[in-house]
């Protein structure tokens, strides 16, 4: 955890990936995040995978450095302490994240009533409300229908919840700018952040929109790297890499370092072309190019070509499994200094990670500890509703609270 | 583009995704992005797709509303005006976006003798500096071999650059709590957000780090949801759709709409489970369960089963190639108000995407317009650099700049 957002406190009622992975950002930025959650959990508290004592790695994961408070929502009472955290008063507080809908007990409006100035972000799955997860909102963008093996014509899902991942991230972004703006002029928003403008905007930025406004869907290519040169090979010992050439600079690399210099002049001189200047060259004549490539990368053993290949600035890397990469690659986990081994509530061992980004020279703290459902309660209630221990008690003795 | 950054002034020396989509979306929220390249276009200057005219629609759609200004970065001086961009003076400037290596001479520790409290964004590929893009580091931390047809035993990459968006959404997240943190303490900082810590991180937020910890590789199972119900089915017309059931509601929903309750109620009893209750158990069992509803949904057509689904809450959807989506999905592009088609410069008629995020009863404005290369050379030297005529008139005239 860094402190960049230290002293800001924000109040999560959330579920899934998109809306407590922003929460996440935020508390690994130093934020006071504080979820509430149904007593006996939401709908994600027992979401797979699990640890072998039942605990879900998921939520312990998404939901590390947070504060939990329970609270029955099933009643009116128990609403009303929702409505009275996310609206709790205090310079710093007044910051709600939710993906409860739009017109409930928890709308933007209902709780501006009780605080003018809240930032509401409101993370969605269709932008008019209508339910959809990350794979639903993905088919219909049509991205399975690029992905895959070019003689398969099946549509193929990503294991990713990639749009879940960037809502989040995206979502946090869009909640501290508004934060920045109500420094400045005192004043609230309700932002909402929903999957399938996440997933549409995101195509539009790529220009893929303006690509199939143009000339129709992009064919499905396999492996291949779209507008460029990049496939996956196989190793003399069988091994499978990835290499990629964009830039002049990276193809001029491979081809040294392939010894392949000849050999790809005859095909320019052949074809009138210059694959150095021009990578979408590499791309149009693809299959020009890839058996010199097969060849050449077939007759080495990966142990051989992995130096050669970083020494000369090539952009390759090995397929691996994610065991692979979690138990035996410094880069990604076993050298990484972002992830630390804390004790969490699944008594799993395991590299817990901490922010993505890394705030030079300053210390990086604990990636931070996954609560128990409702370990906070009484500390949440005590700090920010000011109550005390006689009504902390008897929300304790009826229910409400747990 | 919104307003809730107005008034903040970033530079951006960077290309391709991660770096430029973060300064895109700081850009649609208001700030005033300077995009500065070498004379005649950096490395990501033409990548595909291309328009009938030559432009880079992708280029295109990660500079929308930002300026331009082409710098001869190969000379000396034309270094010294880049320095001199990221670090000029006022309190709304001083935020460098870049990709740039650590060491060279856009190094934050070079920038900060001219500006201390400069804040940095550097995106970056391994987090060690060595070069990788989006398709390299996917293929490391595992994702292509868990996706794709369980009986293709070969590695499926991605087709969107899912790091790649990531890092630039979470590097915008980055960046602007930087900002919030120097607005309180006066303090610059570096921060660096690599494609390898992101997907390492995002893998460990997800619980997968700790998945693989205890019980290895998760097999691949195609286009089975894992952990829960779902996958895609054929209806009797022949359309693909996906269907999910994560929640209790959204099973009993759609056990309901496919009248299936008798027969999954026999599948129980034979089990001793209830897959209301438990969506593991759905999981699980799926191989019971799947023959039940391809007969179901394989029997009923998709312009019946749609409104069907709907109505019941079901979360389903189909299948469809981006070009269907762009020309015909009202949600997520033809009625979508965050899309406005705006001319630029590719002469391309085609919906410009806006942000993702829907600021509510705020006018959005036009989602921008992309610049043409140079474009605010001679406006951004006199406004921010603060130069008289004739010495633009000189950088001009001496290439330095155009």
Redesign the interface.
């Known amino acids: 955890m860094y402190?960049?957002?230290r002293g800001l406190r924000v109040v999560e009622g959330a579920s899934?990936?998109a809306g407590p992975?922003c929460g996440?950002?935020l508390a690994q930025?130093g934020a006071d995040v504080i979820r509430f959650d149904q007593i006996g959990g939401g709908?994600d508290f027992?979401?797979?995978?699990?640890?072998?004592n039942g605990t879900?790695?998921?939520?312990?994961?998404?939901n590390?450095g947070k504060k939990s408070i329970a609270i029955d929502l099933g009643r009116p009472e128990g609403r009303e302490l929702a409505v009275a955290l996310a609206t709790a008063p205090g310079d710093d507080g007044g910051v709600f994240l939710t993906n409860f809908p739009v017109g409930g007990f928890l709308s933007?409006e209902a709780l501006c009533a009780k605080r003018a100035d809240l930032i509401t972000l409101r993370v969605m799955?269709?932008?008019?409300g209508?339910?959809?997860?990350d794979?639903?909102?993905n088919?219909?963008?049509?991205?399975?229908?690029?992905?895959?093996?070019v003689e398969?014509p099946?549509?193929?899902?990503?294991?990713?919840?990639?749009w879940d991942?960037?809502?989040g991230?995206?979502?946090?972004?869009?909640l501290?700018?508004?934060?920045?703006?109500r420094?400045e002029t005192g004043e609230g928003?309700?932002?909402?952040?929903?999957l399938?403008?996440?997933?549409?905007?995101?195509?539009?930025?790529?220009?893929?929109?303006?690509?199939?406004?143009?000339?129709?869907?992009?064919p499905r290519m396999?492996?291949d790297?779209?507008?460029?040169f990049?496939r996956?090979f196989q190793c003399a010992d069988g091994a499978?890499?990835?290499v990629?050439a964009?830039?002049?600079r990276?193809w001029t690399g491979l081809v040294k370092t392939l010894d392949l210099s000849e050999q790809i002049a005859c095909v320019e001189a052949e074809l009138g072309v210059s694959f150095a200047k021009?990578?979408?060259l590499r791309?149009l004549h693809r299959q020009r190019l890839f058996p010199l490539f097969e060849q050449a990368i077939g007759s080495r053993a990966s142990t051989e070509l992995g130096p050669a290949f970083?020494s000369n600035?090539?952009?390759?890397?090995?397929?691996?499994?994610?065991?692979?990469?979690?138990t035996a690659?410094p880069?990604?986990?076993t050298g990484?200094p972002?992830?630390q081994t804390v004790a969490?509530p699944?008594g799993?061992?395991?590299?817990?990670?901490?922010?993505?980004?890394?705030?030079?020279?300053?210390g990086r703290g604990s990636p931070g500890v996954a609560p128990r459902l409702g370990e906070h309660s009484e500390q949440v209630l005590a700090d920010v509703l000011k109550l005390g221990s006689g009504e902390i008690g008897r929300l304790f003795d009826q229910g409400i609270v747990a």
């Open positions: 402190e960049l957002l899934f990936i992975s996440l950002h930025m709908p027992r979401r797979w995978p699990l640890a072998p879900s790695l998921y939520w312990e994961g998404l590390k933007h799955g269709w932008s008019d209508s339910p959809a997860v794979y639903t909102v088919a219909a963008a049509g991205i399975p229908m690029m992905t895959g093996p398969d099946r549509p193929v899902n990503h294991v990713l919840p990639a991942l960037l809502a991230a995206y979502g946090a972004f869009a501290v700018s508004g934060l920045l703006r420094r928003a309700e932002l909402r952040v929903s399938s403008d996440i997933a549409a905007t995101s195509l539009g930025h790529l220009g893929q929109v303006a690509e199939v406004s143009c000339s129709g869907d992009r396999g492996n790297l779209f507008g460029a990049g996956d499978r890499i990835i990629v964009i830039t002049g990276q021009d990578e979408g791309f970083d600035g090539v952009t390759w890397g090995p397929y691996q499994s994610l065991h692979e990469a979690v690659d880069r990604l986990f990484n972002q992830f969490q699944s799993v061992d395991y590299p817990t990670a901490g922010p993505a980004c890394r705030v030079e020279g300053v």
